[in-house]
């Protein structure tokens, strides 16, 4: 090494490189990306490394100390955040000054020359130089290096003062330590700093095995697993240290709770096991996981209620359109839990006088003649208690008619908060009633998650799509629910991860349903049902006109000034892209529009787009959805019937057509067992009454075949029976049915006309085909009552209890005066006056 050198600067933060030890590095930093640069462009490739004395980013010289090593760079690695390379030490060096050149530092180093000992055959310093070469081995060994990998260092390296660098760069020494050794010049010192470090690393790994010895004699052959958590505790030991503020604040939780006493007893019966077993164990997190769960539960906190009818009314007003049987039946619920409020009693009642019983004596086995204490009278509390409960609700109805939203409505008009689970696809009992505790992962159900997450013990608690429970070999959820869902025994609801009482009878349980037929009985007995029936045309046009457009604009980014909805463009989304009761569909059309809309304005195609219903065809593409129409003109064979899915009501065709044969009765059409059996009762009312029919008795002796298009689409209920009856007359008697009737009702072999379900969904289909005159079973006359004014005004609606009655209004030319089905004979369809027959 020449006297002196102008070399590039890599300054170290919190390391040291000493003279003949080769170490990696990561270097990121801009200045030192420049040094290394700068240096691999010279012969050398040498660098003055040196540490920082504070660890910061930015370097200055004032950061930098002056005993450095001068360094050769080795391998290196180029990456995205920096470079990778290799140390080489070589000599230790003085930087006399600092200067910063083309953004980085240049040191000017001499060289430092070391001190040798005086006499190195001196008995002092040999015996300082073998110890220190013999606990370095050791300490090598006791670290886990190789026996081999121990002897050959200490081979390799017989010079004090290089032997000393090499062992201070494999020691873990702070920075500052590590310093001070590389500025020991004098080999003698440096010798011993570092015999001294080597004795306090190995004093270190004495403490380390007394401890493991002290955990290992206390677990034995037990719990080898826990064996660093042991560790642990001796280590908190031995500083005096107590790990219990976590538990003693726990137990301040606990003791805060008005609890019940059963619940208290196991409280506490756990609490004291997880006391005594430590906070470490597996066990001992499944009981604290357990006590946490019980201090997050509402055991005694409840909302206060706002019971407030005409509020509730502005809520339901505001937030729903239509429904208003739905409105009145949940007004009426809340009328009722107000009067309920206003009635109990603001204070203790006075108790009652008690009439005194007769004593009553008994003798005991010695002959002694003892007084007998008379029964305890039973509490009065009880039956007001029974009384008090809260009805559950099932709401039930077609999707997307606003089951969910109401119930949210009803937790916001009485200032309760709200909790939804999904019960769809449910198969397993514990989701409802939880897991046990000995079970690994387990967890409370679904119930008791929901009052945790509620908060208060009197939410409003909807138990959403609970016709779709499953079954399995895990259990029945529908069964778990009967105890959640009886007023009279859910005050003692027991989850199995709890494993004590609950109470729920605070609480206001909602369920929502899309098929009533779907739900056990047992399970439906526990329930008051609401019905939602699906909206109207109009009704779906004011809804969209008030919640649908606005909120879907504002998703779409829009405003009113960019984009409006004609009401013949949502009429024709409703009849032409949507076909459904609720208005899920609708919504999601008119959002498609909204952003087609913004994606035109964005582009600066457009400035504003009004949309009308020649633009719904150009948003939308083709109709999606094809109703049926009125046909044309009449036909014989060909009766116009009604029906209803959960998606709403339309009309059906049912083609009768006779044929060669042998008398026999063809069906088509994917027709269920009920619907086939309607077409046989009908074709032995016709058979039975075929004179009266103007039935010649040659028609029997064919076939005949009826159809229920559309073919692929499976058909099954008994309300058909009225069509095809009508079908079937109007082919054998060459009579043509009437177009412009729609028709629907149960028939039986005697001829009576028997009620149906859907009425009011099956009308609205009828209208919207464009029929305005129906024939209905007598039975189904309260039902009109669910069909809007305006529908009603525009209907010309007959009411029948007989077949004769329904054919003198469905097939063309037929009368029905005093109970007699009259039709005109071939001979008076001229003029003259009817045939009469008796029905």
């Known amino acids: 090494m020449t006297d002196f050198l102008h070399i590039p600067v890599i300054p170290l933060r919190e390391a040291v490189l000493f003279p003949g030890v080769t170490s990696p590095i990561a270097a990121g930093r801009p200045g030192t990306l420049r040094a290394i640069e700068a240096a691999i462009k010279t012969d050398d490739k040498a660098v003055f490394v040196v540490s920082q004395r504070e660890n910061t980013e930015d370097v200055t010289a004032e950061l930098l100390y002056s005993m ?20 080489n030490g ?43 070469r013999e606990r370095a081995g050791e300490l090598g060994r006791r670290a886990g290096m190789p026996k081999e990998a121990v002897q050959q260092f200490l081979a390799e390296t017989k010079e004090p003062g290089r032997f000393a660098d090499l062992v201070a760069g494999h020691l873990d020494l702070k920075p500052a330590a590590a310093q001070k050794l590389l500025e020991a010049l004098s080999v003698e010192e440096r010798v011993r700093e570092v015999l001294l470090h080597i004795q306090r690393q190995i004093a270190v790994l004495d403490a380390q095995e007394d401890i493991k010895s002290q955990v290992q004699e206390e677990l034995g052959d037990r719990q080898r697993e826990m064996f660093l958590r042991q560790q642990l505790k001796a280590i908190q030991r031995e500083l005096g240290e107590d790990a219990r503020e976590d538990l003693d604040e726990l137990r301040g939780k606990l003791e805060a709770l008005d609890l019940p006493e059963i619940a ?52 339901l007003e505001e937030d729903h359109y239509a429904l208003g049987d739905v409105k009145d039946r949940i007004l009426e619920f809340l009328a009722v839990q107000l009067m309920r409020a206003r009635s109990e009693p603001s204070g203790e009642p006075e108790p009652a006088a008690e009439a005194v019983p007769p004593m009553l004596e008994v003798i005991d086995e010695e002959g002694n003649v003892a007084p007998l204490e008379p029964l305890e009278a039973p509490s009065p509390t009880l039956a ?107 005050d003692t609801f027991t989850d199995h991860y709890l494993g004590v009482p609950f109470d729920l009878s605070a609480v206001q349980f909602i369920c929502t349903a899309n098929f009533l037929q779907n739900i056990p009985i047992p399970l439906q007995d526990r329930m008051e049902v609401v019905e939602f029936a699906g909206y109207t045309e109009g009704e779906k046009l004011e809804i969209a006109r008030r919640y649908l457009i606005p ?48 994606r035109r304005i964005a582009a600066e195609e457009v400035e504003r787009t009004d949309v009308g219903a020649e633009q719904v065809g150009e948003l939308l593409g083709r109709p999606k959805v094809h109703p049926e129409h009125a046909a044309p003109a009449d036909q014989i064979g060909v009766a116009t019937g009604m029906y209803y899915t959960p998606v709403g009501g339309d009309i059906m065709f049912v083609e009768a057509s006779p044929m060669p044969g042998k008398g026999e009765l063809v069906l088509t059409g994917q027709l269920g067992d009920v619907m086939k059996e309607s077409a046989r009762a009908a074709w032995s009312y016709a058979r039975a009454h075929g004179g009266e029919l103007f039935i010649e008795p040659k028609a029997f002796e064919q076939d005949v ?60 289909g009828a209208v919207r085909a464009g029929i305005a005159t129906i024939v209905l079973p007598k039975g189904n006359e309260a039902d009109l009552e669910d069909l809007p004014e305006e529908i009603r005004k525009g ?43 008796r029905h």
Not at 267 to 285: F, H, I, K, N, Y
Not at 725 to 750: F, H, K, Y
């Open 551 to 598: 909120r879907q604009i504002k998703q779409a980014g829009l405003s009113d000034e960019q984009i409006s909805f004609a009401d013949e463009a949502v009429q024709t989304v409703v009849s032409r892209y949507t076909r459904e009761s609720g208005v899920r569909q609708l919504e999601r059309e008119i959002g498609r529009i909204a952003r087609k809309v913004a």
């Open 705 to 764: 075949h009826i159809h229920v298009p559309a073919g692929a689409i499976p058909k099954d209920g008994p309300s058909a029976g009225l069509t095809m009856a009508t079908a079937l007359v109007s082919a054998l008697s060459v009579r043509p049915a009437r177009c412009d009737v729609a028709m629907t009702g149960e028939i039986t072999l005697s001829g009576r006309v028997l009620p149906i379900g859907g009425v009011k969904e099956k009308v609205l």
């Open 68 to 87: 450095g090593t001068v360094a050769t760079i080795g391998p290196m690695q180029r990456g995205p955040s920096g470079m990778r390379l290799l140390l």
């Open 795 to 837: 209907l010309t609606l007959h009411l029948v209890s007989e077949l004769g009655e329904a054919l003198a209004h469905t097939l063309r030319g037929g009368e029905f005066r005093e109970g007699k089905l009259r039709f005109p004979s071939p001979s008076e369809e001229g003029g003259g006056a009817p045939r009469q027959l």
């Open 264 to 315: 208290r007893k196991e409280v506490d019966r756990e609490l004291s096991r997880l006391e005594r077993m430590g906070p470490e164990g597996m066990e001992a997190q499944v009981i604290r996981t357990f006590l946490e769960t019980v201090t997050e539960l509402p055991w005694k906190a409840r909302s206060e209620e706002r019971l407030d009818i005409a509020r509730a009314s502005e809520i």
């Open 384 to 490: 007001k208690d029974s009384v008090g409960r809260n009805p559950i609700l099932l709401f039930v109805g077609p999707p997307g008619v606003g089951k969910t939203s109401v119930a949210q409505s009803i937790a916001r008009a009485m200032g309760r908060e709200y909790v939804r689970i999904s019960l769809g696809g449910v198969r397993d009992e514990a989701d409802i009633r939880g897991h046990r505790r000995t079970y690994v992962g387990a967890m409370p159900g679904r119930i008791i998650q929901g009052m945790k997450q509620a908060g208060t013990k009197n939410p409003v608690f909807l138990l959403d799509e609970v016709d779709k429970l499953g079954v399995s070999y895990q259990g029945d959820p529908a069964a778990a629910l009967l105890e959640v869902l009886d007023p009279a025994q859910n």
């Open 90 to 132: 070589a000599n230790r060096g003085i930087a006399l000054r600092y200067e910063e050149h083309d953004g980085y530092l240049v040191a000017t180093v001499r060289a430092a020359e070391e001190m040798p000992p005086i006499d190195p055959e001196a008995p002092a310093f040999a015996a300082l130089y073998r110890e220190t």
